[in-house]
């Protein structure tokens, strides 16, 4: 009795650590080397520490166990603070902040970086075909159903067949979600 009760115990441990399963963030640099191993795209939360959606993209999305498996099973995920002091090479390319105040609470300097990638607002999160080139910007708070669409479709490459602005309208219209929250 005592060891069927264990057992069961772990086994739905198990089971917890499967479907609780947590984004292992990276870096940029650690992401760009694990594509020559393994080729996937890169998925980059470009956030700030002062963002409020952005810390909310971190607790209700990121730790929804849909997203952060699908994440985790499908790309490379790198987190990027767009006012932080992180060294990124890039193509032939150095990006830092050289104007970062580490005096500074709230905004900060923007990153070389965050200016390449042309982001206009936080959250952003940026998608990376596996030769590491940008595909396109999601900007701003989505929930786990909203942001499984972008997931989906550029994890599966439709995006390459849009030819018109109509053409995603009507993805997005015949797009049913899957997950949860």
Known sequence: MKNSILLTFFFLLGLSTVFAQKIQWMTLAEAREAQKKEPKKIFMDVYT??????????????QNPDVSRYISEHY???KFN?????????????????NHDPNRKGRNATHQF????????????????EEGDPIMPLVGYHKPKQIELYLKMIKQGDYQVFSKPEDFEIYKKNFIPRFRG
């Open 49 to 62: 520490d002062w963002c409020g959606p952005c810390k909310l993209l971190d607790k209700n999305t990121f």
């Open 82 to 98: 767009a006012e932080g002091t992180e060294e990124i090479q890039y193509y032939d390319q150095t990006y830092t902040n050289p």
């Open 76 to 78: 490379y995920a790198v």
């Open 114 to 129: 965050t200016q390449f990638l042309g982001v206009k607002g936080y959250p952003t999160m940026v998608f990376f075909s």
